[in-house]
């Protein structure tokens, strides 16, 4: 059974930066997109960035420039650099893979995480 897990999220300040982790198990996702997703309390899950297996990249304007996504298929991990971090970046982080292309709408993503916290103090 494929399973993936979010870890890195924490508490930071303001300017400050943070690294999440994907970690897949159950199967390998080394020929699939994967992505980052967000949701703060009481808004929709928001797209932060996706990756295709040939490394074609997308990200949400609000990240632009500020957040990187990796992959280490060797390890069948994807991370999430996350720099200048502000207030409004705060939010569950959730990690999600399987379709083609680089699709920003939730229902195209087949596998998901169970999120990890971040928050951004002021």
């Known amino acids: 059974q494929a399973q993936l897990v979010e870890s890195g999220g924490g508490l930071v300040q303001a300017g400050g930066s943070l690294r999440l982790s994907c970690a897949a198990s159950?199967?390998?996702?080394?020929?699939?997109?994967m992505g980052w997703f967000r949701q703060a309390p009481g808004k929709e899950r928001e797209f932060v960035t996706a990756?295709?297996?040939?490394?074609?990249?997308t990200y949400g304007d609000s990240v632009k420039g500020r957040f990187t996504i990796s992959r280490e298929r060797a390890k069948n991990t994807m991370y999430l650099q996350m720099n200048s971090l502000q207030p409004e970046d705060t939010a569950v982080y959730y990690c999600a893979a399987g379709p083609a292309g680089v699709p920003r709408r939730p229902i195209d993503y087949d596998y998901w995480g169970q999120g990890t916290q971040v928050t951004v103090s002021s």
């Open positions: 990756q295709t297996w040939t490394g074609a990249t």
């Open positions: 159950g199967r390998t996702f080394s020929t699939s997109t």
